[in-house]
């Protein structure tokens, strides 16, 4: 497949360019360049910015694109109203937090969502607060312009190489340490982690398989 990666080249972005080009495909990254640049030379590379400009997208085609790294509606409807007549699919990498309630254990794709608040369309910036609904938002933009052709991939909490937000790593280095640890949540309440280089190849295969 020709697939087109926005981002690409940090943590979960890194892996899934890994996956795709280690199963033969034809890799394009599309990012600011300002993250690893030297990273996968034996992909295409396209600089600019889905804040701004996407001009180096223009006039292309290509089987899928993964949309890796949206927090705002504006970006994603910006670059789904650029290409959804130049690719086939839309993969879009959202979040867990998109649900309502994670409190009780057994959420479904069917469970309620976090519904966004009037304002949060025209956010200029994600908050910890808004994180969950700002995503939201972002796949019914993708819904929107690709109608039946976006998948929505939901991750938990994400861990492995590369990982830059300590959200996993930090505790396994703290206990390796020794001593009296302050541990967070009740020992009863489940968390569910998964490896990078798992949901990367996860992605890139329902991405082969539509």
């Not at 701004?52 to 694109?65: I, Q, T």
């Amino acid at each position: 497949m020709n697939l087109l990666l926005l981002g690409g080249t940090r943590f979960v972005g890194l892996h899934i360019t890994a996956a795709a080009l280690a199963r033969g495909h034809r890799v394009t990254l599309f990012n600011r360049g300002t993250t690893n640049p030297a990273l996968f030379p034996e992909a295409e590379k396209l600089r600019g910015d889905r804040g701004g400009d996407l001009s180096a997208l223009k006039g292309r085609r290509w089987d899928a694109v993964i949309d890796i790294n949206a927090y705002l509606p504006r970006h994603v409807r910006a670059t789904a109203e650029l290409l959804k007549d130049a690719v086939d699919r839309y993969v879009f990498i959202s979040t867990i937090s998109v649900y309502e309630d994670l409190s009780v254990p057994g959420t479904t794709e069917e469970s309620p969502l976090k519904e966004p608040q009037p304002g949060d369309e025209d956010l200029d910036e994600m908050t910890p607060g808004s994180y969950g609904p700002l995503k939201v938002l972002c796949e019914r933009t993708a819904d929107a312009a690709l109608p039946g052709r976006v998948l929505r991939v939901r991750p938990c909490i994400v861990a492995g190489p590369e990982d830059h937000t300590g959200r996993f790593t930090y505790w396994v280095v703290r206990v390796a340490r020794g001593g009296v640890v302050l541990a967070p949540g009740r020992p009863e309440r489940p968390v569910q982690i998964i490896d990078a280089r798992d949901l990367a190849s996860w992605v890139v295969e329902m991405t082969e398989r539509r």
